[in-house]
């Protein structure tokens, strides 16, 4: 059995276990979504079932695989020899379904059965998960740490760290002497 079903403003043929990608529809993945405007329904060799506008009653149920953005568009305007540009880019946001069961009487699967954790079992496996230890140092080593003073532990724990060469001056600019004035003959 197949459904032309109609989301987001546009239609869709869609069977069981179809994979199809429309736009947005609000739901976590692995949630239950009813899409319920069928316009038509066939089955192999009868007629189809056309609706005025839709199909009473008749409904899609589809699973949300993932919620994802569709590849880049780039709108670029332009006006010809007026320096007019412009570029903006969009990413559609979009849902992938996974089709359930289509339904001319509109009766829901029954949701299969998975294994989900709950807090509680989340809980249970912390606890039961080995705690980690800092490693303990060998007797000797300890024995050495603590007799060393503070100050030799501070210098032995730092590794010596390699010389930058020094940065280069700019080399400071000469300023010449300043020549006097030539001094102005006058003539009275």
Not at 81 to 85: A, C, G, L, Q
Not at 122 to 125: D, M, P
């Given at each position: 059995m197949f459904?032309?079903?109609k989301t987001g403003g546009k239609q869709v043929r869609v069977a069981k276990d179809d994979r199809i990608t429309v736009e947005k529809i609000a739901g976590e993945p692995g949630a239950m979504v009813e899409?319920?405007?069928?316009?038509?329904?066939?089955?192999?060799?009868?007629?189809?079932?056309?609706g005025t506008p839709a199909v009473d009653k008749a409904k899609v149920f589809a699973e949300v695989v993932e919620q994802k953005k569709s590849s880049k568009i780039v709108v670029f305007k332009k006006n010809r020899?007026?320096?007019?540009?412009r570029t903006k880019g969009h990413r559609q946001e979009q849902?992938?379904?996974?089709?359930?069961?289509?339904?001319?009487?509109?009766t829901k699967p029954?949701?299969?059965a998975k294994a989900k954790t709950t807090k509680k079992d989340?809980?249970?496996?912390k606890k039961a998960a080995p705690k980690k230890t800092p490693a303990k140092k060998a007797p000797a080593e300890k024995a050495e740490a603590d007799s060393k003073p503070a100050a030799e532990k501070k210098t032995a724990a730092k590794k010596p760290a390699a010389k930058k060469p020094a940065a280069k001056k700019a080399p400071?600019?000469?300023?010449a002497a300043k020549k006097p004035a030539p001094k102005k003959d006058t003539e009275e």
């Open positions: 459904a032309v079903v899409l319920d405007t069928v316009l038509m329904l066939g089955e192999d060799g009868k007629a189809p079932t056309l020899r007026k320096n007019y540009r849902t992938v379904l996974k089709v359930l069961e289509v339904s001319p009487t509109g029954k949701a299969p989340e809980g249970e496996a400071a600019e000469k300023t």
